[in-house]
């Protein structure tokens, strides 16, 4: 495999695509709990947006699809929302308070992240990044992570004297994670064929790749098994994520990569889609 291959490092992740069981009641959820906003509604798919322009998050309803216990399947493990600073994620934690849903929490160094789940079992995480340059690294290069505690106290001074009115204009999709059946085809495909970059280790059950030294815009992990199967398409999860190319030759190069790896590549209107082993969609656009 091309070890080499290193993608541009101005791609980023784009949007992401969920299926949900019940549109109304994941609506409910992600404009009161999770703060955005609906930008377009069409049939059975609610576009759903920080700023009024840019899309973040597609609803797509499978009525009545199968919600799949955690960590028993490869498919999404969470999506990840950036907020830009440390306010934000205060005022995001004083309404998941209000709202009274169980919420998970992390500091991950890089980071402080809180963790929820929607109605259907599909996790989202909620995170704010400490400076790049504060960031550490091992004697392999690799980006210093862990889990401690958040200090909640600290995050809820941050945000005291603010009103909460949804996510900020400035939120983007940070990151994703998936469950996959195999960490090291997950790096065949991802790192040796699309050129991530592997930026972290978690144990031998998780890695975190990245394009431009970012912590991390991949999550891998094997928490749903060795061997794990592909989600149902019938089922809560993920349909694609979207990745921004900074220009059409880096798109084509790695269009070019998939495609001699043996993968189907469907293009449509300036969109390069195509599936990871485990049915997981990528979407390649460039960025205007």
Same mark, same amino acid.
């Given at each position: !495999?091309?070890?080499?291959?290193?993608?541009?490092?101005?791609?980023? #992740?784009?949007?992401?695509?969920?299926?949900?069981?019940?549109?109304?009641?994941?609506?409910?959820?992600?404009?009161?709990?999770?703060?955005? &906003?609906?930008?377009?509604?069409?049939?059975?798919?609610?576009? !759903?947006?920080?700023?009024?322009?840019?899309?973040?998050?597609?609803?797509?309803?499978?009525?009545?699809? &199968?919600?799949?216990?955690?960590?028993?399947?490869?498919?999404?493990?969470?999506?990840?929302?950036?907020?830009?600073?440390?306010?934000? =994620?205060?005022?995001? =934690?004083?309404?998941?308070?209000?709202?009274?849903?169980?919420?998970?929490?992390?500091?991950? =160094?890089?980071?402080?992240?809180?963790?929820?789940?929607?109605?259907?079992?599909?996790?989202?995480?909620?995170?704010?990044?400490?400076?790049?340059? *504060?960031?550490?690294?091992?004697?392999?290069?690799?980006?210093?992570?862990?889990?401690?505690?958040?200090?909640?106290?600290?995050?809820?001074?941050?945000?005291?004297?603010?009103?909460?009115?949804?996510?900020?204009?400035?939120?983007?999709?940070?990151?994703?994670?998936?469950?996959?059946?195999?960490?090291? &085809?997950?790096?065949?495909?991802?790192?040796?064929?699309?050129?991530?970059?592997?930026?972290?280790?978690?144990?031998?059950? /998780?890695?975190? #790749? *990245?394009?431009?030294?970012?912590?991390?815009?991949?999550?891998?992990?094997?928490?749903?098994?060795?061997?794990?199967?592909?989600?149902?398409?019938?089922?809560?999860?993920?349909?694609?994520?979207?990745?921004?190319?900074?220009?059409?030759?880096?798109?084509?190069?790695?269009?070019?990569?998939?495609?001699? /790896?043996?993968?189907?590549?469907?293009?449509?209107?300036?969109?390069?889609?195509?599936?990871?082993?485990?049915?997981?969609?990528?979407?390649?656009?460039? &960025?205007?």
């Amino acid at each position: !495999m091309m070890g080499t291959t290193t993608l541009h490092q101005d791609v980023e #992740i784009g949007l992401v695509q969920i299926r949900v069981s019940q549109l109304e009641r994941s609506l409910d959820f992600y404009q009161n709990v999770v703060g955005l &906003k609906v930008l377009r509604k069409a049939g059975r798919e609610v576009e !759903m947006t920080a700023d009024g322009q840019n899309v973040l998050l597609i609803l797509r309803e499978i009525e009545n699809a &199968k919600v799949v216990r955690n960590n028993s399947v490869a498919g999404l493990y969470h999506f990840a929302i950036l907020v830009p600073d440390r306010p934000s =994620l205060g005022l995001v =934690l004083r309404n998941l308070i209000s709202s009274e849903i169980h919420v998970g929490q992390g500091d991950h =160094l890089v980071s402080e992240a809180l963790y929820i789940q929607d109605p259907d079992n599909n996790g989202i995480e909620i995170y704010r990044d400490r400076p790049r340059d *504060s960031w550490r690294k091992d004697a392999e290069g690799h980006v210093v992570m862990t889990t401690d505690p958040v200090d909640v106290d600290g995050l809820l001074a941050a945000s005291e004297d603010l009103t909460w009115s949804g996510l900020p204009a400035e939120t983007v999709i940070g990151h994703v994670h998936f469950h996959v059946g195999d960490l090291g &085809k997950a790096k065949e495909f991802y790192v040796d064929l699309l050129g991530f970059d592997l930026t972290a280790y978690y144990g031998d059950a /998780a890695m975190f #790749i *990245s394009a431009g030294g970012y912590h991390h815009h991949i999550g891998l992990n094997i928490w749903a098994g060795q061997g794990a199967p592909a989600a149902p398409e019938n089922a809560a999860g993920i349909d694609y994520f979207t990745l921004w190319m900074p220009n059409e030759e880096e798109r084509a190069n790695v269009v070019e990569r998939v495609r001699q /790896a043996g993968y189907t590549v469907d293009e449509v209107e300036g969109v390069s889609a195509f599936r990871d082993p485990w049915n997981i969609g990528i979407q390649l656009i460039v &960025k205007h």
